[in-house]
T-cell receptor, first 119, second 112 residues
Framework: GAVVSQHPSWVICKSGTSVKIECRSL??????MFWYRQFPKQSLMLMAT?????????EQGVEKDKFLINHASLTLSTLTVTSAHPEDSSFYIC???????????????FGAGSRLTVL | DAKTTQPTSMDCAEGRAANLPCNHS???????VYWYRQIHSQGPQYIIH???NNETNEMASLIITEDRKSSTLILPHATLRDTAVYYC?????????????FGTGTRLQVTL
């Protein structure tokens, strides 16, 4: 089945530094990937839609200059948290859809997530 | 997207069937019912989806009422590893990748 890999699975950084998280579709191509954020004991919140070869679409309230998204190939999207602060500490999860699976259905495959802790 | 309502939490004894309800009274004709689950500190996992007919796969069964205003996810023989938050999502199939919006879900605790 479709597999989405995220790296790193966890990262600790100092306040003010930038952190890059990678999301790869391992055995399928994804023109669109989605980035979610999840705070403790809360549900997933969609941050942005990553589009291969074009600009990402950000959800209301998400700062595009702080959360940089690059989708340079059909199998890789990256999320960079710039000038990270403790309030950016969260669980970041990406997802993608393998169009070959469940033809016509809106089934997303999710990565295992990346836990960011900003000190 | 149609809004869904789920109980906040449920308990189930291991080996018994877990029946998780979901209300979606404003569902429209072209919207499907999707179920995902999230085990602690992992990404969500797709379980099953359906439009109006009942569906079954190796993980679960999905029962959708005739008026489509509610559905039930059934895990026939729950195990401890089924402890997770279960999300019911209603979404139209657009033929292209489209985002999923997650509610608060049901926290299922499977106990010995």
């Amino acid at each position: 089945g479709a597999v989405v890999s995220q790296h790193p699975s966890w990262v600790i950084c100092k306040s003010g530094t930038s952190v890059k998280i990678e999301c790869r579709s391992l055995d399928f191509q994804a023109t669109t990937m989605f980035w979610y954020r999840q705070f403790p004991k809360q549900s997933l919140m969609l941050m942005a839609t990553s589009n291969e070869g074009s600009k990402a679409t950000y959800e209301q309230g998400v700062e595009k200059d702080k959360f940089l998204i690059n989708h340079a190939s059909l199998t890789l999207s990256t999320l960079t948290v710039t000038s990270a602060h403790p309030e950016d500490s969260s669980f970041y999860i990406c997802s993608a859809r393998d169009i070959g699976l469940f033809s016509g259905a809106n089934v997303l495959t999710f990565g295992a997530g990346s836990r960011l802790t900003v000190l | 997207d149609a809004k869904t309502t789920q109980p906040t939490s449920m308990d189930c004894a291991e080996g018994r069937a877990a029946n998780l309800p979901c209300n979606h009274s404003t569902i429209s004709g072209n919207e499907y019912v999707y179920w995902y689950r999230q085990i602690h500190s992992q990404g969500p996992q797709y379980i099953i989806h359906g439009l109006k007919n009942n569906e079954t796969n190796e993980m679960a069964s999905l029962i959708i009422t005739e008026d489509r205003k509610s559905s039930t996810l059934i895990l026939p023989h729950a195990t401890l590893r089924d402890t997770a938050v279960y999300y019911c999502i209603v979404r139209a199939n657009t033929g292209t990748a489209s985002k999923l919006t997650f509610g608060t879900g049901t926290r299922l605790q499977v106990t010995l």
